[in-house]
């Protein structure tokens, strides 16, 4: 039996404003599971096109699924949000890549033909279940010396990125941080950053309900000298500081995923096209690095250079992960292809959600930029593993990029 492959789409993206993690935090009384249910929601209002049983599946990352982030939370929360008990759904750990993952494994699935459409999505409520909350790492990994006893704690890892690579500076990584921070601000001034975002209902015993309509994590007011003057908590005299990474956060995200044709009958918008993807290992006590072979891999197996690439979201989970990136290929530090309305160390980074919302920001700017034919999103991993996604515009117009 023969078989061809079909045109995978990216038809639309939301996601929940990000928080702040802890008891002041807005979503400190609210259920993860709650705000995935409200990404659901969302995108089938916005798609109206999109009969609900027409989803063939609701895939949902969590890193720690336990507690309102477990039981299968594709498939209770696919039942929560009103979707008909016939579409199923799972759930899927690859840590910071969770979502990321739920988007290549369903658009896998669309690509061979056993979907036709699918819900891809994360959500991380960091402040009720920290990372690695309820884990029993294995006593082999240190007794057997597997991975070194920093590979665990994220910041860590970072620090030993700036030992590898002692040019990543203290200094550079500070600016790539306030250039986050500026960029931010800048595209929500222009109402670049804001159509995406749904709306949440947050509840508080002591104040009542509110309403959650913007992201919490932002510092607009930050500063190079205020930077400076940050303590660094992994190492003293270290590099990474609470100003140059992304903090502890809580949030959803979610998106439409078609086969081309699909989306063409039922009468969607196709933002972008899938083109390829590429995950690999690397050592985990310098999980930042991860990025450059997994964009290695993408762009080797589609046949494509880094030269081919017009848009760059890349996960700021620490700057000198993004920057290792950078150097690695090349591109300058303020290169306007990279990340141009800021990213994690501004607008937060809810671990297993962040890959989708750097995909509909990219398919956002898509949208803006008819020039530019190709775009990719990429991340570094917990636990040594990098991601990375390549995407075509629908929108080019035979530019050079």
Request: proline fraction near 6%; charge should be negative; glycine fraction near 12%.
């Amino acid at each position: 039996m023969s078989r061809s492959l079909r045109e995978v789409v990216f038809v639309d993206g939301v996601r929940t404003p990000f928080g702040k993690a802890g008891p002041k935090g807005v979503y400190a009384e609210t259920r993860a599971d709650d705000l995935v249910v409200r990404v659901i929601r969302e995108l089938l209002r916005r798609n109206p096109a999109l009969p609900a049983d027409r989803v063939d599946e609701v895939a949902i990352a969590a890193t720690t699924q336990i507690g309102d982030q477990g039981l299968t939370i594709g498939r209770t929360a696919a039942l929560l949000a009103g979707l008909p008990k016939s579409v199923p759904g799972y759930a899927i750990d690859r840590m910071c890549a969770g979502a990321m993952t739920a988007v290549t494994t369903t658009a896998s699935g669309i690509a061979f033909g056993a979907y036709d459409v699918a819900i891809a999505g994360g959500v991380e409520h960091m402040g009720r279940h920290p990372m690695g909350e309820g884990a029993d790492p294995n006593p082999r990994f240190f007794s057997e010396q597997l991975v070194d006893g920093s590979a665990l704690v994220m910041g860590s890892t970072a620090e030993n990125l700036h030992d590898r690579f002692p040019h990543l500076t203290r200094e550079r990584a500070d600016a790539f941080a306030l250039a986050s921070q500026q960029k931010y601000a800048k595209a929500l001034a222009n109402g670049q950053i804001g159509p995406e975002l749904v709306p949440v209902a947050t509840r508080s015993a002591e104040h009542g309900w509110g309403l959650a309509t913007a992201d919490e994590p932002p510092r607009p007011n930050t500063t190079l000298e205020g930077l400076g003057t940050l303590k660094t908590p992994f190492r003293p005299h270290g590099h990474v500081t609470a100003g140059n990474a992304a903090g502890l956060n809580d949030g959803a995200t979610g998106c439409i995923l078609a086969a081309e044709e699909v989306a063409q009958e039922l009468g969607l918008t196709a933002g972008m096209r899938l083109v390829g993807y590429g995950f690999v290992g690397v050592e985990p006590e310098v999980m930042g690095v991860g990025p450059v072979p997994s964009t290695e891999r993408a762009l080797a197996r589609t046949g494509l250079t880094i030269d081919d690439i017009g848009l760059f979201e890349l996960n700021e989970a620490f700057a000198v992960q993004v920057l290792a990136f950078l150097d690695h290929f090349g591109i300058a530090d303020d290169d306007e292809r990279v990340n141009p309305w800021g990213g994690a160390i501004a607008v937060g980074h809810p671990l297993a959600s962040s890959g989708v919302r750097l995909m509909t920001q990219l398919s956002r700017q898509f949208a803006e930029r008819p020039d530019v034919r190709y775009g990719l999103t990429a991340m570094c991993v917990g636990l040594g593993m990098g991601a990375t996604v390549i995407w075509e515009n629908t929108n080019w117009e035979g530019a050079a990029k």
